[in-house]
């Protein structure tokens, strides 16, 4: 009796190399079959895995794949049966899966792998399939003139993105991983909360939606209590009389955000800071006065003179700023002034400069040709009238050369 290792390739994985009890009539030794046939059969299996993760899909491969997924026992049992609870048999796992897809592929020509590889191929597969359906769901989606005039299609369009897209696209495109049963938004519905006016129907939801606003807002004992009594503007001699105001702090903090901005902006020309202290000392005195506190000084809402006061110094605040703005804008202004002077003044004097540069050189070539000329004259024994005559020449061609300059 001896021991020979047999190896096999397995549906769900690599090469797996077992030990056989076999009875044979060989005269070699378990030691020396073992040196020789497990090292051979590990290189083959290493290198046929290499060369099945190397191997390019062609478009056969893919219609194979779409034709296996095809089958609702196949789909389920790679991407989950839906509602269906599995009770009876034992679970197989991914691996074990893709290594029946694997085998069954391989007895119709597809390139012998193993599992893993086989769940490779078909995730990019579909990774490919949702790249290609954002592009068809996307606005604008469509064939090119070019493409029209070319008599190309929609579906060999997306087919060329993605090798049997609309087989896949049945497949795969109501699954939750790629189309989301619901989109929720971050916010609150309005059509939940809110009625035709305004209005919050919701106590609760009025209270968050309240306290989530940073601008008006204020603690949370402020928060908790909305029964505030009306805001008298009244003694104000800014308000708008076109814009109704507040009439009630409650019902102001029942408004949407958008609507509680704009009774804001147009019930008085305050700035925000100032309407929401105002806003804030009325609900305080409300909360106090409703909780039977005693009401401190400090937490009375300012008098009319007070609020008036307030405007005032805003104002001139806004005036101050504003005068310094001009002022500095009229600094920048001048100092850009100042400075294309300067550099005006600068070219203008070079230009000087080089103009007298030049007369400079006339006057001394001049001076070089009189002295040329008398020596020329006396050298050949001129006269002193034929010399005087040369040179009141020679005065009248330079002053038809200078007033040409």
């Avoid at 046939?37 to 290493?46: I, L, Q």
């Avoid at 005195?285 to 409703?290: K, M, Y």
């Avoid at 804008?329 to 400069?353: G, N, P, T, V, Y």
């Amino acid at each position: 009796m001896g021991r020979e290792d047999v190896a096999y390739v397995d549906a769900g994985g690599p090469a797996l190399f077992l030990n056989r009890s076999v009875s044979h009539a060989s005269s070699c030794s378990s030691s020396s079959c073992n040196s020789e046939m497990k090292p051979r059969a590990m290189t083959r299996s290493v290198e046929a895995q290499k060369n099945a993760a190397r191997h390019r899909m062609t478009k056969q491969d893919y219609e194979m794949i779409v034709t296996y997924l095809e089958n609702p026992d196949n789909f389920a049992a790679i991407n989950g049966c839906g509602r269906k609870t599995k009770i009876t048999g034992k679970t197989l796992t991914k691996v074990t899966v893709f290594g029946h897809m694997a085998v069954t592929l391989c007895a119709q020509g597809f390139v012998k792998c193993s599992g893993v590889i086989m769940g490779k191929k078909v995730a990019r597969y579909i990774s490919t399939y949702k790249n290609a359906r954002t592009f068809y769901l996307g606005t604008g989606t469509g064939l090119t003139k070019a493409e029209i005039a070319a008599g190309l299609t929609l579906e060999q369009k997306m087919n060329a993105k993605c090798h049997y897209f609309f087989r896949m696209h049945a497949l795969y495109g109501a699954r939750a991983n790629v189309e989301p049963p619901s989109i929720g938004d971050a916010g609150l519905p309005a059509e939940i909360f809110f009625d035709d006016r305004g209005l919050c129907q919701d106590s609760q939801a009025a209270f968050q939606f309240s306290v989530a606003d940073p601008m008006l807002s204020g603690d949370e004992e402020e928060a908790a209590d909305r029964e505030e009594e009306p805001i008298d503007l009244s003694a104000d001699d800014e308000v708008d009389n076109q814009t109704a105001p507040v009439a009630d702090a409650s019902d102001f903090f029942l408004r949407p955000r958008c609507l509680r901005k704009q009774a804001v902006t147009h019930s008085i020309r305050l700035p925000n800071l100032l309407r929401t202290a105002v806003l804030k000392w009325e609900t305080r005195l409300a909360a106090q006065r409703s909780s039977g506190k005693t009401v401190r000084s400090r937490d009375r809402p300012p008098p009319p003179e007070r609020k008036t006061s307030l405007i005032t110094a805003y104002e001139e605040q806004v005036k101050e700023k504003l005068f310094l703005r001009k002022e500095a804008q009229d600094q920048k202004a001048s100092f850009k002034d100042a400075i294309l002077e300067d550099r005006r003044q600068a070219r203008e004097q070079r230009e000087r400069a080089r103009i007298q540069e030049g007369i400079e050189a006339m006057r001394r070539a001049r001076a070089d040709r009189r002295s040329t000329l008398l020596a020329e004259m006396v050298k050949t024994g001129k006269s002193m009238d034929e010399i005087h005559q040369a040179f009141l020449l020679l005065d009248s061609v330079d002053e038809r050369l200078s007033g040409s300059m």
